[in-house]
């Protein structure tokens, strides 16, 4: 009995030493994880500031509508020259959002992949694949990630408090492509499933453009008391949230463009 009681305890002992091993290994592998995350996060906020200190963007102030705000501009040409990809520069009035938007053969390189073509966890800002990069689409959408350090898309959560449109300068876009400066104001913006309806860029008729104009402004959680129509050429930007499982998405309508 004593034998069977011994080896019964040494047993139990092998098995607490083969969880306690386990676990270890666990909460080492999940240190692991974490610190390579934020060396790689810390990789890709440098490849931001080497294109800020390296690139000039020019703001030209213009007047819309009464209300004055600034159009920017800056050599496309030399952004092509670091990535082939670059098809334009946004930026995002009262967010830190500036950066070249590229665009790939599709979706999903630029979901895990830097300016510098290496791998991020960040990703960075692109265009759908489907878009004419000249802006000739009815809808043109640039996608971002929600990045805990406040890179890429972050700052858009900041329009999710109503106050952030108190300043009327924050409702607008400013999107510069090769030889071309846009501005953009926004009209809609709204936390959705991640469907993809408002990814739509083709449409069969403008009154099949005009029911999908109307969808996206009545989705908005805040009234911009903007005029929409089928004329208009809209820019959509999406991201994640909610721990990915939702998009919030803004929209914004052509308002200003000047050839450079």
Not at 26 to 32: D, F, R, S, Y
Not at 50 to 63: C, F, G, H, Q
Not at 65 to 78: A, V, Y
Request: aromatic share 10%; net charge positive.
């Amino acid at each position: 009995m004593r034998d069977k009681k011994e080896k019964k305890n040494k047993k139990v002992k092998l098995i607490i030493i083969i969880i306690r091993i386990v676990s270890l290994l666990v909460i080492l592998g999940c240190i692991a994880v974490i610190i390579y995350r934020a060396l790689n996060l810390d990789k890709s906020k440098k490849v931001i500031d080497n294109i800020n200190s390296e690139i000039e963007i020019n703001d030209k102030p213009i007047t819309i509508e009464g209300q004055t705000t600034n159009i920017i501009d800056t050599n496309i040409e030399s952004l092509k020259q670091k990535n082939k990809d670059t098809v334009g520069f946004i930026k995002v009035n009262g967010t830190n959002i500036s950066y070249p938007v590229l665009q790939s053969s599709d979706n999903e390189y630029y979901l895990r992949h830097s300016f510098d073509n290496t791998y991020s966890q960040a990703g960075w800002i692109y265009m759908d694949y489907r878009n004419d990069s000249t802006l000739k689409d009815r809808n043109t959408i640039i996608y971002g990630h929600n990045m805990l350090n406040n890179t890429m898309f972050s700052e858009l959560t900041k329009m999710l408090n109503n106050s952030f449109f108190d300043l009327s300068d924050n409702n607008y876009i400013s999107l510069c492509i090769e030889n071309k400066s846009t501005l953009w104001k926004i009209f809609s913006i709204y936390v959705t499933n991640p469907d993809t309806y408002y990814m739509s860029i083709n449409f069969s008729s403008k009154s099949n453009y005009s029911e999908f104009l109307n969808n996206i402004k009545n989705k908005s959680f805040y009234n911009f008391n903007e005029n929409i129509s089928n004329e208009n050429r809209i820019l959509t930007l999406s991201t994640c949230t909610n721990l990915n499982t939702k998009r919030l998405v803004i929209h914004a309508k052509l308002v200003y463009e000047e050839n450079n």
